[in-house]
């Protein structure tokens, strides 16, 4: 069976789709599997051992990225189904162009434009629910199991030596590492400088953690990071740079990342990484890191003994502003506390944890 998977979203909705790829394969292994996808979360993809063909498209560039869409998506022999995880009609064309007799889609109640008019199957309706838990749905309209849950996302043994080399000079003296990602590709979903500075110096001084700011070139994200740095009177590691690649790698050898809802977030849960989630403007029950960490989480969004409930998706404005160093420092004792000895233990005496993530 030829499957192709239209996801074009941001990057933790590509981890989002790993398990679904990953089910394909288990039930089939001679399954092909290609996937469109923009060029920025392109790279949890390349490489991926269940993903065989990655199909870009960069709908910015107009007709030319559509002319290409058509041209790789006509080769090959054509697909037998394809699963259309967007609700945006930058999708349709996708979906429309592979020519797949069998299309599936999310129903016409969660999706924002007109997309459900190019599939001719659904995934059930329900209400608004975590991110991972709507892809899930896709696997029983083909008959195929969704448990164990696997991301296998991991960097390659080259990624993981340059990694390697970067952060070991910072484990001289044994402390655990612990990254930090500032920004989210949404500001108002962003922290304060000021209260990842605060965080950073406890870290450093009175927790016995080495910390790292690591993320990408983009302008906001870098300037966020450099106001934490200069704010700070620790000197954490500087690990900002370019693609998504270097990124998976750096979490992948760390011990801990905090951030806020970003896609990072999701590559660290997806590997087994502890994550301190930082949520105010976004529900944690949404999109926080999926079945794991919820005793890390700092929820400002929710209000307290408010009964978890993933369906409430409105963004709550100035709610990240009242998130405090405190509360993210107890999450992190407890992370020490919980958490990290065995990934301590196994750092000192062998390979990293499974990365073959069961939910």
Known sequence: MRVCIVLMSGLGDVVHGLPLVNALKRADPATHITWVVEPMPAGVLRPHLAVDEVVLFDRHQGFAAVRRLWSELRRGGGYDV?????????????????????????????????????????????????????????????GVRAEPLEWRLEPTPAEQEQARAF????????????????????????????????????????????????????????????????????????????????????????????????????????????????????????????RRYQDLWVDHYNEPGEAPDASRAEPKLGRMETITPTEVIERVERAKQLYLPGRLVAARTGPGPEMHAHG
């Open 82 to 142: 394809v699963l259309n995880l967007n609700t945006y009609f930058k999708a349709a064309i996708p979906t429309a162009f592979t020519g797949a007799p069998v299309r599936v889609g999310i129903d016409r109640s969660r999706t924002r434009d007109p997309v459900w008019l190019f599939a001719n199957r659904f995934i059930a309706p329900g209400p608004v629910k975590h991110t991972q838990d709507i892809f899930l749905d896709f696997l029983p309209v083909l």
């Open 167 to 290: 952060l070991e000079p910072l484990r001289q003296d044994g402390r655990p590492l612990a990254a930090i990602v500032t920004a989210s590709g949404n500001a108002r979903k962003d922290w304060t400088a000021a209260g990842y500075a605060a965080v950073v110096d406890a870290l450093e001084h009175d927790l016995g953690f080495r910390t790292l700011l690591v993320g990408g070139p983009g302008e906001r994200e870098v300037a966020l990071a450099r106001a934490v740095a200069a704010q700070s009177r620790a000197a954490p590691a500087w690990a900002l740079g370019d693609g998504v690649r270097r990124v998976l790698a750096l979490l992948h050898g760390s011990d801990l990342l905090i951030a806020p809802d970003t896609g990072p977030l999701h590559m660290a849960r997806a590997m087994e990484v502890p994550v301190v989630g930082l949520f105010g403007h976004t529900n944690p029950w949404r999109v926080g890191p999926y």
